[in-house]
């Protein structure tokens, strides 16, 4: 290619750059504008999803009511201390339309850290609170009941924290048929709906 086609070339192209250029400037006040509408179309649509999702959130979060009938019922069953520095029933909760009641409990500290005692009793707890749930005021309106049990862990994390080392759920139709003067000789596993304890925690209390 010779230098004057070379020269054409570049011309060419610079006169095409200077009249995408001037096209670019003629449009930029109208592209401008679609970018505007088009961002605040997604604005409104996106504001349009918020005030649709957030007032669900925030009425879920307002059914999880406090049940003071059976936190009493549970209160008078149940031996309140824990022999440690833990609160022993920090959450006693209902979710009224669903009729799901949640509870969380500290369990208690025996007298050395023997985890296959502490499971013990925390079992043992576990049925009482179980017992007082559907024996309270308000089971009627329970359809399943959600029992948490927590221990302060150390090590894990800078400060001792409660930790979910339990759980169990037993639903109003299964409590009507568990026979609760056996419940010390029940099998947790089998009486209830779900039993789930930490493995780490039952590898300890299974080891000699």
Known sequence: ?????????????????????????????????????????????????????????VGRAQEQLEEPSVRQSIEAALEMDTYRQAQRLPRVTLDAPTGDLTVIFAMRRPLADDPRQIVASATDDVFTILWAIYTSASAPRIRTATVLGTYSIVGRYERPREVPLLRAVLSAERAVHLDWWS???????????????????????ASP
């Open 183 to 205: 419940s010390a000789s029940l099998d947790p596993r089998e009486a209830l709906d779900t039993w789930w304890v930490e493995g780490e925690l039952v590898a300890m209390g």
């Open 1 to 57: 290619m010779g230098a004057a086609a070379i020269s054409r070339r570049v011309r060419s192209g610079a006169l095409l750059r200077r009249s995408t250029a001037s096209e670019r400037g003629h449009l930029t006040s109208q592209d401008a504008a679609s970018r505007y509408l088009a961002l605040s179309r997604l604005a409104t649509a996106l504001l349009f999803a918020l005030s649709l999702l957030v007032p669900a959130g």
